[in-house]
């Protein structure tokens, strides 16, 4: 069974500094990995979607890393603003599934 | 429509009665999901719709537990005499369709209250 860990569970940061937000995933045989924001009480607003095939994608100030032999990606938002303060969650898509696989997410916070 | 729409917002029912939320997929999305999100068990996933069929019903908790879709578009997801464990946040969520590059986009969700 696919696991999704995302570390730390809680980060505070003042604004302007950059964002680094780990998930991790036992199960290499991935379809894709997207990564989503959640406001509170909201629903899941996608903010990227990685193919196995690829390495990284970039939106902006958003840039994920896929690293699919170790299990890794790596979202990065750079010059974080208060409006970025949002719980992030990453979910994967095992190859033959449909479903995704999500991990308990990161909750973030800017001061500003 | 914009994006994927659910109603309603939220719902309170007592425990025993029969609930129905629904889910209006973006226009042309041939894909649909239902997932709830509760404090203990985080996101999961409970069936996936292609066109109106469910290939893969396999995250439904209990045989409460049921979905249909229709027209290839709106889906209704009931749940039988409903249980306090039942109460959660279901999310809907639909893409283009099932390849390596389909987003899927999530509705703002439906919070269920079993008192």
């Known amino acids: 069974k696919q696991e999704v860990t995302q570390i730390p569970a809680a980060l505070s940061v003042p604004e302007g500094e950059n964002l680094v937000l780990n998930c991790s995933f036992t199960d290499s045989a991935i379809y894709n990995l997207q990564w989503f924001r959640q406001d509170p009480g909201k629903g899941l607003t996608s903010l990227l979607l990685i193919q196995s095939s690829q390495r990284e994608q970039t939106s902006g100030r958003l840039n994920a890393s896929l690293d699919k032999s170790s299990g890794r990606s790596t979202l990065y938002i750079a010059a974080s603003q208060p409006g970025d303060s949002a719980t992030y969650l990453c979910a994967v898509r095992e190859i033959n599934d449909y479903k995704l696989s999500f991990g308990a997410g990161t909750t973030v916070t800017v001061r500003a | 429509g914009a994006g994927v729409s659910q109603s309603p917002s939220n719902k309170v029912t007592e425990k025993g009665k029969d609930v129905e939320l629904r889910c209006d997929p973006i226009?042309?999305?041939?894909?649909l999901y239902w997932y709830r999100q509760s404090l203990g068990q985080g996101l999961e996933f409970l069936i996936y719709f292609q066109g109106n069929s469910a290939p893969d019903k396999s995250g439904l908790p209990s045989d409460r537990f049921s979905a249909e879709r229709t027209g290839g578009s709106v889906s209704t997801l009931t749940i039988q005499r409903t249980q306090q464990e039942d109460s959660a946040v279901y999310l809907c969520a639909s893409s283009t369709g099932a390849g390596a590059g389909n987003e899927q986009f999530f509705g703002p969700g439906t919070r269920l209250t079993v008192l």
């Open positions: 226009s042309g999305h041939t894909a």
